[in-house]
Nanobody, 118 residues
């Protein structure tokens, strides 16, 4: 069984920064993709950023240049550094871990709230 535990959310003013962390517990392999999704009220969950086991990254257009995803395989941890936050970044952020070739190996964290407001 795999468990994902997120931390780092909170309230920040526009232009501010936050760093989200997600630790994976269980049988994890470095080949898994790790990523962050978000869901704002009344909207569908969307990909924010993800990183492959090899370190290739992918970002939503809305966060390019502001957010940076990274992973530490030794710690089974993925990070999301969020800079220059905007009110439209307000959402619940979810960590995801999945195997790139085996769909049933797909895990989600419980979510952490990020609110950008003055």
């Amino acid at each position: 069984q795999v468990q994902l535990v997120e931390s780092g959310g909170g309230l920040v003013q526009p232009g501010g920064s936050l760093r989200l962390s997600c630790v994976a517990f269980g049988s994890i392999f470095s080949t898994y993709n790790m990523g962050w999704y978000r869901q704002a009220p009344g909207k569908q969950r969307e990909l924010v950023a993800d990183v492959t086991g090899g370190g290739s990254t992918n970002y939503a257009d809305s966060v390019k240049g502001r957010f940076t995803i990274s992973r530490d395989n030794a710690k089974n941890t993925v990070y999301l550094q969020m800079n220059n936050l905007k009110p439209e970044d307000t959402a619940v952020y979810y960590c995801n871990l999945h195997h790139p070739l085996i769909p049933r190996y797909d895990y989600w964290g419980q979510g952490t709230q990020v609110t950008v407001s003055s």
